[in-house]
């Protein structure tokens, strides 16, 4: 249980960090680029090659901290990072059809199932 209420604070820590960041950085560029998400995207990258590079070699913490920071942090703070983490885990496993299939996957079937969403949305009274 204990484990549970960490990764949500964690997880509460990173959806606010990407909340501000987001807007900050949405407000300083202006226009209708989504600059921030794109921001947060690219650092929530970063940081999660990061902290995992550094916890998969030092293993200065155990498996419930890396949950705690990598899932509950970093998978709220941006899913993309996860998202690229698990492809970069695949490539590494030399899972490579794998890769390519989770990568163009979750591109083109995430497309089509948000149209589909907005689709559905205009049939509800």
């Known amino acids: 249980m204990q484990k549970l209420v960490l990764i949500a604070l964690a997880g509460g820590a990173g959806a606010l960090s990407r909340y501000g960041l987001a807007g900050l950085v949405q407000r300083w560029a202006g226009g209708s680029f989504p600059l921030g998400t794109f921001a947060v995207n690219m650092l929530g990258c970063l940081l999660f090659g990061l902290v995992w590079g550094i916890l998969e070699e030092r293993a200065a913490f155990g498996p419930q901290a890396r949950v705690i920071v990598l899932t509950g942090f970093m998978g709220a703070f941006t899913t993309f990072s996860t998202f690229a983490f698990e492809s970069v885990a695949l490539m590494r496993a030399g899972q490579w059809i794998f890769a390519v299939v989770n ?9 089509a199932v948000l149209f589909a969403g907005l689709k559905l949305a205009r049939l509800v009274p």
Do not use: D, E, R, S
């Not at 163009?104 to 995430?110: D, F, H, M």
């Open 103 to 111: 990568i163009t996957g979750q591109n083109l079937i995430g497309f």
